[in-house]
């Protein structure tokens, strides 16, 4: 059960040698157990019985082997064995060792429960047959991501068998795949999947941790997400399972990502659970004071302190593992931020753990995304990662909202827009201005919604966030939304605000597929699914949060937009350039940009900024190496005033190819040519795409 470590990686302290093999590493007479802890002064292995986990059957005592890694060898550490360990240390400030107390091992691939905040680590046999699938290595500019949560998902899949309901099988069950591969998604994120818990105040108010951002370990697939068979069968079952549903999506060409969250862990602040981390060694692990108080730069109580080698050589350790041994394809890395600070807490793109994950090579092919943010001090973090790292670009998010919903809400009350439409066009086109030249387009994941927030449909159906359900007195989750309920706040009847909301949503997804950059599409958006106006859904496990297969036509209509959308984006290579063009050279694999507005003009600098002028349209031309030739139109118009808009006259172009226009409810199957000079009439708000010919 070693982990393959490659060439390593020059970082300092992370691969100190000593950090090597952490965890068990089974061989032919028994196993090897190594547990790193610097403070430690004893340490035990416990085992129990296999059926009564109370029942303790041998205790072993780890010997301290240098570099902080105390170790035992024993026959008695084989597949299916439970096992425990304890730690006794110093009992001053930062300290919380517990001799009585029995700990997760960090490196456990296996968990089972005997109760709340009762845990056993299980040794696992990790033996798979992988049939000969690859991962499916899709490159990041025909990427299209589908952030989803395997029990919302799954739960209510008419096509899947209730047994797999919510599950890892579910997710890999066939009918699952045909609505995958159908919607032409390239990649499933999937929320966290490492095992989580409940927090003890959800608990209380009888609600449940659902999204799972509060890890126990970062090794063991989280076991309510498998069958009931394969929970009966114990973490073996668990893992293979995993494997069977990773390997039927790469069969289908389809990448798993997964939404991993190392820099806080399930036991939060001073009094809450101690389960591993804490009980090993509390002032290694964490972030703190010199009088041991936390610090807290991730607002969920305690901050891993990625600082400590053998914290960074954890998180990387497991990433290996779930790269290799369970064949992910990528990772999406909750406030990513936490991960990069210093012994000082300050952020550094250069920090070695960063950079060990984008260089290491047992990690070469995998996709990096950070969430470039975190709670403490300059945390926000948007374009400021190195090589290797694709950032959600919560920039793009603010600015397509605002253009498409708050700028809109604005004019109604102020008869003018307060922003013309050059930040907007600046987004559509790769957001240059956050990402370098050197990283391109594709290091911004762009995003109208997420998990975290309101759905598309409520996004359009909402001014405020209705939040009571979840405890807090409406307290939680953002007030500032960008968001606009177009007449009516919440669910109507009125026909002419059901139309304008419907046209909103197109807009947005029109905008988000059509535009430079890895578009990221949330589940349940195809459908329009709605949370009732709760932003932060987080411990509701309940109908509210699944994901219902039983659309309306109107929501068809959309999920036919988002298919077709999904389609052009594949089928035209100057919406997604891997490289910014270069005003004064060719750029292979870029889009050469031109703006021209509702004339057909080149745009002026003066209606780039003026917020009358909320018209543009978006000529975009690739260099292609490999890949045809293509050029494409895209009309935007920003207001609700109808305008008349004049296709441009240019050199070279004898027509336009109508393709998409968020104006129908349904795609339209016909394709009519347009010749330059020709007026459309646009009514308020729209969008049309055109292949230039």
């Known amino acids: 059960m070693s982990l393959p470590t490659g060439a390593p990686v020059a970082v300092p302290g992370l691969h100190d040698p000593a950090l090597d093999r952490l965890g068990v590493t089974l061989h032919a007479d028994g196993g090897t157990l190594r547990v790193w802890s610097a403070h430690a002064t004893s340490m035990e292995l416990v085992l129990f019985d296999t059926t009564d986990l109370d029942w303790a059957v041998e205790t072993l005592p780890l010997t301290d082997v240098g570099g902080g890694v105390w170790q035992v060898d024993t026959p008695a550490l084989a597949p ?21 107390t029995l700990l997760i091992e960090p490196y456990s691939r296996g968990l089972v429960s005997g109760g709340y905040e009762d845990w056993r680590s299980v040794v696992i046999d990790d033996t798979y047959d992988w049939q000969g699938v690859g991962k499916p290595d899709t490159p990041w500019d025909r990427t299209v991501i589908y952030e989803a949560h395997v029990k919302g998902l799954t739960k209510r899949h008419p096509g899947i068998p209730p047994a797999l309901h919510g599950t890892y099988a579910g997710l890999g069950h066939p009918a699952m795949i045909e609505h995958l591969v159908g919607l032409g998604v390239t990649a499933v994120e999937l929320l966290p999947v490492h095992a989580f818990a409940t927090e003890p105040r959800l608990l209380n108010l009888g609600l449940s941790n659902y999204w799972g951002y509060n890890s126990l370990n970062f090794f063991t697939p989280h076991s309510p997400y498998a069958t009931a068979d394969s929970r009966m069968a114990g973490p073996d079952a668990i893992v293979r399972e995993f494997k069977d549903m990773v390997r039927a999506l790469h069969e289908a060409g389809l990448e798993v990502l997964l939404d991993v969250v190392y820099n806080h862990t399930a036991e939060e602040g001073f009094g809450g659970p101690r389960t591993s981390l804490r009980g090993l060694d509390n002032r290694s ?19 891993v302190d990625t600082s400590t080698p053998a914290a960074s050589r954890l998180v990387l350790d497991s990433l290996r593992y779930w790269a290799n041994e369970m064949q992910i394809d990528g990772f999406r890395f909750d406030l990513a931020v936490t991960l990069g600070r210093d012994h000082g807490h300050e952020f550094d793109a250069e920090h070695p ?41 919560d920039r793009y998010r603010d600015r397509v909202r605002n253009f498409w919903l708050s700028d809109v809400d604005y004019a109604r009350r102020a008869s003018t827009s307060p922003v013309g439409v050059g930040g907007f066009a600046t987004r559509l086109a790769g957001s240059s201005n956050t990402f370098s030249r050197e990283r391109g387009p594709l290091a911004g994941i762009n995003f109208v919604t997420a998990h975290d927030g309101f759905t598309l449909r409520d996004l359009v159906s909402y001014d405020v966030k209705h939040n009571l359900g979840n405890g807090e007195h409406n307290r939680d989750g953002a007030d500032t939304n960008r968001s ?36 990221m599409l949330t589940a349940g958006d195809e459908f329009a699914r709605t949370q009732r106006g709760n932003n932060n859904a987080y411990c509701h496990d309940s109908a509210l949060t699944w994901m219902s297969w039983e659309p309306a036509e109107w929501q068809e209509d959309l999920h036919a937009h988002v298919r077709r959308l999904i ?68 009309i935007v118009h920003g207001n609700e005033r109808p305008i008349d808009v004049t296709l441009p006259a240019l050199e070279g172009v004898t027509g336009y190819l109508d393709l998409w226009s968020s104006l129908d409810e349904r795609p339209s199957t016909t394709a009519h040519r347009r010749t330059p000079g020709e007026t459309l009439t646009l009514p308020g708000t729209a969008m049309r795409l055109f292949r230039v010919v």
Not at 288 to 296: H, K, L, N, T, V
Not at 500 to 507: E, G, I, L, P, Y
């Open 80 to 100: 299916g064995v439970r096992y425990a360990v304890r730690a006794d240390g110093p009992h001053g400030q930062g300290h919380a060792f517990n001799p009585q």
């Open 285 to 303: 692990y964490y972030r703190q004071e010199s009088s041991g108080a936390y610090i807290d730069v991730t607002g969920c109580g305690n901050s």
């Open 353 to 393: 753990l960063l950079r060990a994950i984008a260089e290491d090579p047992d990690l070469a092919s995998v996709k990096k995304i950070a969430e470039p943010w975190d709670v403490g001090m300059g945390g926000w973090q948007t374009g400021g990662f190195g090589p290797g790292w694709a950032e959600w670009n």
């Open 484 to 519: 606009f309920n177009h007449g009516a706040e919440g669910p109507t009847d009125d026909e002419t605000i059901l139309a304008t909301r419907r046209k909103a949503m197109r807009n947005l997804l029109g905008t988000l597929l059509l535009s430079a950059g890895v578009p």
């Open 567 to 634: 389609a052009l984006r594949r089928e035209n290579p100057a919406l997604r350039p891997v490289h910014f063009a270069h005003e004064e050279q060719v750029v292979p694999n870029a889009s050469v940009i031109d703006w021209y507005d509702e004339h057909g003009e080149q745009m002026s600098i003066e209606r780039w900024t003026d917020p009358s002028h909320r018209t543009l349209q978006y000529d975009a031309r690739s260099t292609p190496e490999r890949e045809h030739a293509n050029r494409i139109l895209l």
